[in-house]
């Protein structure tokens, strides 16, 4: 209860204005604050008190509600310093010129900072197997990557999943030419289309989500006016993990960027200069969190930290900021749809691209041209090559063997093996493989599950498969679902639908031969009975085949034992060798089609092999199907570990070149007939 003050006491005026006063004193409330405590009104406990309210018009009133509990003396004094606080009009006008003046200054001033601090932190890059002083500039190795505006279409998705070579790029290239998008333009509005504010940025693992991150800071960092803004302020999911006690956005921002802590005030006022950009979404323990039902309207409200960054997607808090997520396909469905102004697809790079990589990464133009010779002679190698992390692997792996035929690895599914663990060890350093309730997740496991999905459809000649699939609703929560396998949403009349797919359908062949490896799964023809490995189903399981001898070989079932816990059955392994002889002798002696027994040969990098078959005489048939160089390489490869007089070589129809006669000319001396 209010003492009873008389009419014309300040107490009473200060209740009869107190509207009036939260408005008029809201722009000045801390420095007017500073004054109260300087001459004694207000105690430093009782401005630390006022603080701590959000909002100056809340500071306004909780100096309002105080001056009501210290009597009319304080009102008195408070009224008075008031007036002599605002200084006539000129003066003021002129005071504020100067102050505005001082304050452009220092904002420029730290925005250029900021703008330093950004381009260094981010202008040099590291790859998967980098070690300590391998930085690399990121201006010199970054290669343009291709993004993709709105969503994929499923009949384009399914072809490109089947597609090899250069005809696969070419594909991925033709299919988005007219909706490709640079970094700069992701917050371009559209042909008079309302402003783009929230952008989400998605694509599979290894696809350059955080490289293009890095490429806007960078050249934010280098740029007068990038994307119109005055300050970016990039937050990883990675790190806000680590928050997990209430906390406020402006804290947030603080944590790795206290240079901006003078002019935090200004930048969120003019928070249509700034962009936020959220990285790796996915990585976020508590993604499932953020469809948030309670909002966040001041930077410096504490909240739960789903909270904030839910009332940041929905435009509750700073509503004129801009926003740009990134996540992989699997977790988007926990992002509002409403929240997403342009949805903006990474499909990683096109030949051009590939090209331009093997150029940065080698540095000697000659070495360059020859290594990517190399690859492109290898259809199943430069499919993949679309990936830039796979791209990067592939050209690591080609700096250290120099050449495909070089010391290791030597054959596809050591290359696939090296990719599968560089993946898996990407991932280890995030801390992805903890799930949201805390339990470490065995790797062997998640890569089970994925191998047993890759089987179950390839033997159903699926490559596309449903939400609502048995198979894909047991890896729901899998914290390493995405890597591998790739999301995209196809609408349905009146519904969406979440539809699934391996990166391309050889890394779902590579699966599927894992779990086959790893399992007492028989495999699905039984050779015993069939002419050739795979060719009872007219190829369909010939890359399949290929793949398991490989992973079933001494090197790459010692690499999986040791990096994934995954350990080959010994038992399969010496039946699966002993029919890749024993079928060899028989197709050698009896001229049946040879040619994917040469690549589960091939795949095991075993001379004891092939010096163990020993026919009464050598026909080699591997007529009607163009070969390619991997298919050279593997004739090649048999018939020099064998001896004596070739029967008859058969090439009819394969459209063999004089450059591969040439390449074979010593194997043809030996031969008593060739087709």
Known sequence: MFEKDAPNSSLTAIRRLRVSLVDELEEQIDSLLEVLVTQEVFTRDDREDVLGHPGCRGRVRKVLDILECKGEEAAQLFLSIKSHHQVSNEAKAAGLQCLVCFCFTEYNKVRQKHKDILRRRSESMLFHNSRHGEKILFLKQYVNLLLVDGHQVLEIKKHEVLTFGQKRLCLQQRSVAQRTIAPSELFSRANGARPVKKVLVTGVAGIGKTMLVQKILFDFGGSEDYLAFDFIIHMSFRDLN???????????????????????????????????????????????????????????????????????????????????????????????????????????????????????????????????????????????????????????????????????????????????????????????????????????DIVLKLGKLAYRKLMEHQTLFYGSDQEVAALEGCGFLSTFLDKMVAQKPGYTEDVFSFAHLTIQEFFAALYCAVTDQPLPVDPLSKSSLGEATNGHLDLFYRFLSGILSNRNATVLGRQVGLCCCKEKAEAFRQKIVSDLTRFCENGAHILNSLHCLFEQQDPSLALAVQPEKLQINVSDETLSQTDYNALKYFLNLTKGQISELDLTGTGVSCDALRDIQPLLVRCESLW
């Not at 090209?355 to 010779?373: E, I, K, T, V």
């Open 242 to 444: 680590l928050v997990e006690e209430p906390t406020n956005f402006r804290d947030l921002v603080l944590r790795k960027n206290k240079h901006l802590s003078k002019v935090l005030d200004n930048i969120l006022a003019c928070d249509d200069k700034l962009l936020i950009i959220l990285d790796g979404f996915d990585e976020f323990r508590q993604y499932r969190n953020c469809d948030a039902d309670v909002f966040v309207n001041e930077p410096d409200e504490e909240a739960a930290l789903t909270d904030i960054l839910g009332s940041l997607l929905f435009g509750e808090l700073l509503p004129r900021a801009s926003v740009l997520l990134t996540s992989r396909p699997a977790a988007t469905n926990h992002i509002p749809v409403g929240c997403v102004d342009r949805f903006v697809l990474i499909t990683g790079f096109s030949l051009a691209e590939v090209c331009d990589f093997f150029s940065r990464y080698f540095q000697d133009p000659a070495l360059a041209s020859s290594m990517f010779a190399a690859v492109s002679a290898n259809e199943l190698l430069l499919t993949l090559c679309f990936i830039p992390a796979f791209c990067c692997i592939v050209c690591c792996i080609l700096k250290q063997s120099k050449d495909l035929s070089g010391e290791s690895p030597k054959t596809m599914t050591d290359i696939y093996v090296h990719y599968l663990v560089a993946m898996i060890h990407s991932h280890t350093q995030r801390g992805a493989w903890t799930d949201h309730q805390g339990t470490a997740q065995q790797f062997s």
